[in-house]
T-cell receptor
Framework: GESVGLHLPTLSVQEGDNSIINCAYS??????FIWYKQESGKGPQFIID?????DKRQGQRVTVLLNKTVKHLSLQIAATQPGDSAVYFC????????????FGTGTRLTIIP | DTGVSQDPRHKITKRGQNVTFRCDPI?????LYWYRQTLGQGPEFLTY????????KSRLLSDRFSAERPKGSFSTLEIQRTEQGDSAMYLC????????????FGPGTRLTVL
């Protein structure tokens, strides 16, 4: 069935290094993609989004890349900090009647001091 | 705090009891969503409202679950005759009414059914 999945369940990165979290999606009709960060005991927090008519979008220390050819999404976090430790989810939304977000399982990012 | 709020934050109940959760969305947002999240998994969609109208319900929402948004502002999610499998984090989110409008999540209500 349709799904949004992540390649790696866990990722450990040295503080100050860059991190890349990957996500694959299976539905080529997906139009809108979002990255959320979730800390323990809290709800998902919006990080950055990208529409299907874009390949790249940058925020503060974060960049999202979208490759529609291979249906792949990535989140790059520059100069990681201890506060970046969390679970990161990619989610997709689709146009024309499907309003819900479909989330992947998530990747746990651990920043090593 | 002008974000999404949920009450209670934690609820422990015995199997067979009824529970009700409340969500207060961001005040200008037309849409309100309920999701369920189990340990180690991403949130799963349950239902959503456009103002007071409930427009979509997931197959996850059995007949023991009911959600309301009577005045198009806050929403309640009730679970009747709770089962141990209902133990999860129940998340509420709100947004404006375009599909690309960001859904902002509340802190969630963690339900434990004993």
């Amino acid at each position: 069935g349709e799904s949004v999945g992540l390649h790696l369940p866990t990722l450990s990165v040295q503080e100050g290094d860059n991190s890349i979290i990957n996500c694959a999606y299976s539905n080529s009709a997906s139009d809108y993609f979002i990255w959320y960060k979730q800390e323990s005991g809290k709800g998902p927090q919006f990080i950055i989004d990208i529409r299907s008519n874009m390949d790249k979008r940058q925020g503060q220390r974060v960049t999202v890349l979208l490759n529609k050819t291979v249906k792949h999404l990535s989140l790059q976090i520059a100069a990681t900090q201890p506060g970046d430790s969390a679970v990161y989810f990619c989610a997709e939304n689709r146009v024309f009647g499907n309003e819900k977000l479909t989330f992947g399982t998530g990747t746990r990012l651990t920043i090593i001091p | 705090d002008t974000g999404v709020s949920q009450d209670p934050r934690h609820k422990i109940t015995k199997r067979g009891q009824n529970v009700t959760f409340r969500c207060d969305p961001i005040s200008e947002h037309n849409r309100l969503y309920w999701y369920r999240q189990t340990l180690g998994q991403g949130p799963e969609f349950l239902t959503y409202f456009q103002n007071e109208a409930q427009l979509e319900k997931s197959r996850l929402l059995s007949d023991r679950f009911s959600a309301e948004r009577p005045k198009g502002s806050f929403s309640t999610l009730e679970i009747q005759r709770t089962e141990q499998g209902d133990s999860a984090m129940y998340l509420c989110a709100s947004s404006f009414d375009r599909f690309t409008d960001t859904q902002y999540f509340g802190p969630g209500t963690r339900l434990t059914v004993l």
